[in-house]
């Protein structure tokens, strides 16, 4: 039996682990949040969701009026999908990874990160500029992938801004603000690429992401955040 602390509210974690299991010398798998914390972050699963975007509800042939709006850009080619619902406890936790700089809490989804992931495509995961490299001191998506192998191909421009500092229409009109470094390139060609993120809010800046990678020589370009 073992006794710990939620990561989220410090509540105890009692795991019992019973004979035959530890005769079965099966490695354990480490619980890091109370059932109760677990059940506040809402899986985006079953049929009601968009298929584009990952968005939770009930749309029209399965796509949501942001989505219709992109394909109508051209974007018909690129889909993403989401793990979690981005509800209100969602919204604390990131608040304390990302924000605060709690970067342990990177250890509550990083394995279902590994388990959902497919391991023959080329990972990439969404940069940081340098000036909030400086202040958090880390990529909060690094975290999230720790157990992957991915490629930090993408560079960001350091003037760019985060999405919180525009409104919706703003958001969905951002410019370019991701390059590729010239060595990287002949990696990308005729991949397929799963870009990664935290957040999916407008799907702005992942569709950036697969921009430049496409124009690189990408055979398909999908997206995978934590949370829509």
């Not at 525009?166 to 002949?186: A, L, P, Y």
């Given at each position: 039996?073992?006794?710990?602390?939620?990561?989220?509210?410090?509540?105890?974690?009692?795991?019992?682990?019973?004979?035959?299991?530890?005769?079965?010398?099966?490695?354990?798998?480490?619980?890091?949040?109370?059932?109760?914390?677990?059940?506040?972050?809402?899986?985006?699963?079953?049929?009601?969701?968009?298929?584009?975007?990952?968005?939770?509800?009930?749309?029209?042939?399965?796509?949501?009026?942001?989505?219709?709006?992109?394909?109508?850009?051209?974007?018909?080619?690129?889909?993403?999908?989401?793990?979690?619902?981005?509800?209100?406890?969602?919204?604390?936790?990131?608040?304390?990874?990302?924000?605060?700089?709690?970067?342990?809490?990177?250890?509550?989804?990083?394995?279902?990160?590994?388990?959902?992931?497919?391991?023959?495509?080329?990972?990439?995961?969404?940069?940081?500029?340098?000036?909030?490299?400086?202040?958090?001191?880390?990529?909060?998506?690094?975290g999230l992938i720790e157990?992957?192998?991915?490629?930090?191909?993408?560079?960001?421009?350091?003037?760019?801004e985060m999405q919180s500092?525009?409104?919706?229409?703003?958001?969905?009109?951002?410019?370019?603000?991701?390059?590729?470094?010239?060595?990287?390139?002949?990696?990308?060609?005729g991949k397929h690429i799963?870009?990664?993120?935290?957040?999916?809010?407008?799907?702005?800046?992942?569709?950036?992401?697969?921009?430049?990678?496409?124009?690189?020589?990408?055979?398909?370009?999908?997206?995978?955040?934590?949370?829509?």
């Open positions: 039996m073992s006794n710990n602390l939620c990561l989220l509210c410090n509540k105890s974690l009692i795991q019992s682990l019973s004979l035959d299991f530890l005769m079965s010398l099966k490695s354990c798998k480490v619980d890091y949040i109370c059932h109760d914390c677990q059940e506040n972050f809402k899986l985006i699963s079953g049929n009601g969701f968009c298929n584009y975007c990952g968005r939770l509800g009930t749309f029209k042939i399965n796509i949501c009026n942001d989505c219709v709006k992109w394909n109508q850009k051209g974007w018909s080619w690129f889909k993403s999908r989401s793990m979690y619902v981005y509800n209100d406890f969602m919204s604390e936790y990131m608040k304390k990874y990302k924000f605060n700089g709690d970067y342990y809490l990177r250890k509550i989804f990083s394995d279902e990160f590994f388990h959902s992931l497919c391991k023959k495509q080329l990972i990439v995961p969404i940069p940081v500029s340098h000036e909030t490299m400086k202040t958090r001191k880390f990529n909060q998506v690094h157990h992957l192998k991915f490629e930090d191909i993408l560079s960001v421009n350091s003037k760019k500092h525009h409104n919706k229409s703003e958001r969905m009109t951002m410019k370019q603000v991701f390059g590729i470094d010239s060595k990287f390139k002949k990696l990308i060609v799963t870009i990664v993120d935290d957040v999916y809010t407008t799907g702005t800046t992942i569709r950036l992401a697969a921009m430049v990678l496409k124009e690189n020589g990408a055979k398909s370009v999908s997206g995978f955040t934590l949370a829509r």
